[in-house]
């Protein structure tokens, strides 16, 4: 009996006893961890003072300021959990994906060509647009017209000729021979050498020589004629190896005022293609090119 008693005694003293789990340290830890990262991730997602409030629109001119908004403000919105009917959805400003609504934006106003949205914390969404400015009106072969930048995108379409288009008949028509093909607002449907040349005869023509322009016809990817308002035309080169400035200065040194050999009222064209020089026709000689 002595024996048994003293073991079992020793086995009793053996046995410690369990601590509690409210008095381990690493416990208390990883609850102050899981606290810290749940009242960060709750500041993040649904701190009032981060919630987009506001949007602001510069540099737009046509297009409507509530239209931008609300594209902006509808895709400020993230959803965090989403099944049947429940949503839960944030509006921090700290997780609006600026590329993916800048993105839709442009997707949905072709007549945009650049923009940039920054975030303005704690609450303002800023967006700034550059709109396309019109250099000429581009016709198909089939009548349908469009408004075209200096970038030789199509961006806004118009009525046919017949409509007159208001507020844009300075603009000068420019139409393909070649182009058979439909287009597409919003994509290049003329070549940027061709465009770049265009714009620059275009410009020093109505700048310089105070000629206003009917249309360009761009009759081959190394050749344009422009038609002017006086019903006379001029003939350019686009080749690779031809010099668009040297041709344009050609044309000025022929119809400076100080020169009086050339009657406008008679002329029938001014071919600038030759590269030596310039052949002049006028209407009781020459026949069109």
């Not at 509006?91 to 993916?100: E, G, P, Q, W």
């Not at 970038?151 to 139409?175: C, D, K, M, Y």
């Not at 070549?191 to 020093?204: G, L």
């Not at 022929?254 to 406008?264: A, P, V």
Request: charge should be positive; charged fraction near 20%.
């Amino acid at each position: 009996m002595s024996y048994r008693k003293h073991h079992v005694k020793n086995r009793i003293h053996g046995i410690k006893p369990k601590k509690s789990l409210l008095k381990k340290l690493w416990f208390w830890i990883f609850v102050l961890v899981i606290i810290i990262i749940f009242t960060v991730l709750f500041f993040i997602l649904f701190f009032p003072g981060l919630q987009v409030k506001n949007i602001t629109v510069l540099g737009n001119e046509k297009i409507n300021t509530q239209e931008l908004q609300s594209i902006v403000l509808s895709n400020s919105n993230t959803s965090l959990v989403e099944f049947w009917n429940f949503k839960i959805i944030s509006k921090s400003i700290l997780l609006v994906n600026t590329n993916n609504i800048s993105k839709e934006i442009l997707k949905k106003f072709p007549a945009i060509e650049k923009i940039k949205l920054d975030k303005n914390f704690p609450q303002t969404l800023e967006l700034r647009i550059t709109e396309r400015k019109p250099i000429g009106i581009y016709c198909t072969n089939n009548n349908q017209c469009f408004l075209i930048d200096q970038n030789g995108i199509i961006f806004s379409a118009l009525g046919g000729p017949a409509s007159g288009w208001e507020g844009q008949e300075n603009l000068t028509i420019v139409r393909q021979r070649f182009e058979n093909n439909d287009v597409y607002i919003g994509e290049s449907v003329v070549s940027r050498n061709t465009i770049d040349a265009f714009n620059k005869i275009q410009k020093d023509i109505k700048d310089n020589l105070q000629i206003n322009l009917k249309e360009a016809l761009i009759t081959s990817p190394i050749r344009i004629n422009i038609i002017t308002k006086e019903n006379w035309q001029i003939y350019f080169d686009l080749s690779p190896d031809s010099d668009i400035n040297l041709q344009i200065t050609k044309l000025n040194l022929l119809l400076d005022k100080k020169n009086n050999s050339i009657n406008r009222d008679k002329l029938r064209y001014i071919n600038l293609i030759p590269k030596d020089r310039a052949i002049i026709c006028d209407n009781s000689v020459c026949g069109g090119q």
